[in-house]
């Protein structure tokens, strides 16, 4: 494995001797896949594999609002298909209709949540979830509460062992770049200034700091139109999330 990061390593000192480069992407994403395709020519994708021989290869802003995502992962829902997890999820904003996001100035139908453990998530005044660790079952449940009604529910569950199987899957090792960005004339401009590589301690350590809150998990399901113009879900990613800092709490640095 060393050897595969001296390679990336090998080319990383290239593109960090380039100054700043032109991003080609406009997103919050776009450093991370500039690079990516810089360093192993990779195409964006959504794979729970890591990027490059065993290697997910993270990159990080210091001055960025935004947090790293670690994976994505779909909870289980009433054994309910990938499909109807989705219209489950998108049925809070049907029931709330007050949160709309705009796309071509048409407002469409869009889900989101940013909980940890130590917080309670409020959805337009209507709705209450909270995350509830369950470790005699080895379950982490996300509970929901109609706040009028007080109807409750706990039915949303990862297993515990699906949380760390995606971690270890795809992160048992990590190169984490850090970079510099400006904007300019519609574009990023990034220069990538500082490259670590970490290796997993302990797997176990991912439920640890959910119940810190210092891992977040965000919800992010919007709405398309479909072949007869009907409105369904579209799936941006339900993503575990973590601030750069905290990442010495799941890995040693092993440069």
């Avoid at 100054?19 to 080609?24: A, L, P, T, Y």
């Avoid at 949160?99 to 130590?118: A, E, M, V």
């Avoid at 891992?215 to 369904?232: A, G, P, R, T, W």
Wanted: proline share 2%; aromatic share 16%.
């Amino acid at each position: 494995m060393k050897e595969k990061y001296e390679y990336i390593k090998s080319k990383f000192d290239t593109i960090e001797s380039l100054g700043f480069i032109k991003c080609n992407y406009h997103d919050k994403g776009g450093p991370g896949r500039m690079l990516e395709k810089l360093l192993v020519n990779k195409k964006p994708d959504n794979s729970k594999k890591p990027d490059y021989e065993g290697i997910e290869i993270k990159t990080c802003c210091d001055n960025s609002k935004y947090k790293m995502t670690l994976f994505s992962l779909i909870p289980n829902v009433n054994n309910l298909n990938f499909e109807n997890t989705m219209k489950y999820f998108m049925s809070f904003y049907y029931l709330s209709k007050k949160k709309k996001t705009k796309t071509n100035s048409k407002s469409i139908p869009h889900f989101y949540l940013s909980i940890k453990g130590t917080n309670n998530f409020y959805l337009n005044g209507i709705f209450k979830f909270n995350l509830v660790f369950n470790d005699t079952e080895k379950k982490l449940y996300l509970d929901w509460e109609n706040i009028s009604t007080k109807d409750k529910h706990h039915c949303i569950y990862w297993n515990y062992n699906e949380i760390t199987s995606a971690f270890v899957s795809k992160l048992n090792y990590l190169v984490l770049i850090k970079y510099d960005k400006f904007y300019s004339c519609g574009y990023f401009y990034c220069k990538y200034k500082s490259i670590n590589f970490f290796q997993q301690i302990n797997e176990d350590a991912i439920i640890k700091l959910l119940k810190e809150g210092k891992i977040v998990i965000s919800f992010n399901i919007s709405s398309k139109q479909d072949e007869n113009n009907n409105l369904v879900p579209y799936y941006h990613g339900i993503r575990f999330e973590i601030d750069s800092n905290e990442i010495s709490q799941l890995y040693k640095n092993i440069n």
